[in-house]
């Protein structure tokens, strides 16, 4: 982020590497993705692998283009699966309803 100076928090995160990677949306970086959702898995010392596997895979979901055409076709069913995980909640200024009564706490 400010340049590596030692500290971990000057260190980029690996989301950072996969966005930068996926916006390149031509066949080297393809062929690097699918890589890394090949070999990722069989990691055995990393503890936010699955994090890190379902950030590469959303964002090859959210970025289509002609080269990640066959990866999309791959990851189809793990995307679908993130997808419904989500939730959304609309937030409406009609749909909240907020008690702005007040409560007496006594201890």
């Known amino acids: 982020r400010d340049g590596f100076s030692g500290?971990?928090?000057d260190r980029a995160d690996p989301e950072d590497f996969i966005k930068a990677l996926v916006?390149?949306?031509?066949?080297r970086s393809a062929m690097l993705l699918d890589t890394m959702l090949?070999?990722?898995p069989l990691q055995t010392c990393m503890p936010d692998k699955e994090s890190i596997i379902n950030e590469i895979i959303m964002e090859i979901?959210?970025?289509p283009c002609s080269a990640y055409s066959s990866l999309r076709e791959k990851i189809k069913p793990k995307a679908n699966e993130i997808l419904k995980r989500r939730i959304s909640i609309p937030v409406e200024p009609y749909d909240i309803q907020i008690d702005?009564?007040?409560e007496n706490i006594r201890w």
């Open 7 to 9: 500290y971990i928090a």
């Open 23 to 27: 916006m390149q949306q031509n066949d």
């Open 38 to 40: 090949n070999r990722l």
């Open 61 to 63: 979901w959210e970025h």
């Open 100 to 102: 702005t009564t007040k």
